[in-house]
């Protein structure tokens, strides 16, 4: 089973980037499709990007196309997000799940077995 850690949150400023990490093990990280998710203060958890396994395909919520990017490292098992021109409503904690199944436009919390503890993102206006 895939063990999931982010790391790279932290207190930026409106207008900032920031690059996002998510380190795997335990699994087989190059069969998994991944993803990232966000839940704001008060709010659900939201779909932000998600790659294909071998990382030339990615899907992206129509919010945050343009300024995030997600990428991986099979070699290293690392999933990134980068975000550009951070906004203040960006303020959320950030998780990577990690799914089996092939498809990797995958946008709902119930296709990915395996989460990340979040890591906080707080941006300042």
């Known amino acids: 089973q895939v063990q999931l850690v982010e790391s790279g949150g932290g207190l930026v400023q409106a207008g900032d980037s920031l690059r996002l990490s998510c380190a795997a093990s335990?699994?087989?990280?190059?069969?998994?499709?991944m993803g990232w998710f966000r839940q704001a203060p008060g709010k659900e958890r939201e779909f932000v990007a998600s790659i294909s396994w071998g990382g030339t395909s990615t899907y992206y919520a129509d919010s945050v196309k343009g300024r995030f990017t997600i990428s991986r490292d099979n070699a290293k098992n690392l999933v990134y997000l980068l975000i550009n021109n951070l906004k203040p409503e960006g303020t959320a904690v950030y998780y990577c799940?990690?799914?089996?199944?092939?498809?990797?436009?995958?946008?709902?919390?119930?296709?990915?077995?395996?989460w990340g503890q979040g890591t906080q993102v707080t941006v300042s206006s």
């Open positions: 799940a990690a799914s089996s199944s092939p498809a990797y436009f995958l946008k709902s919390e119930n296709s990915y077995a395996h």
């Open positions: 335990g699994g087989t990280f190059s069969v998994y499709t």
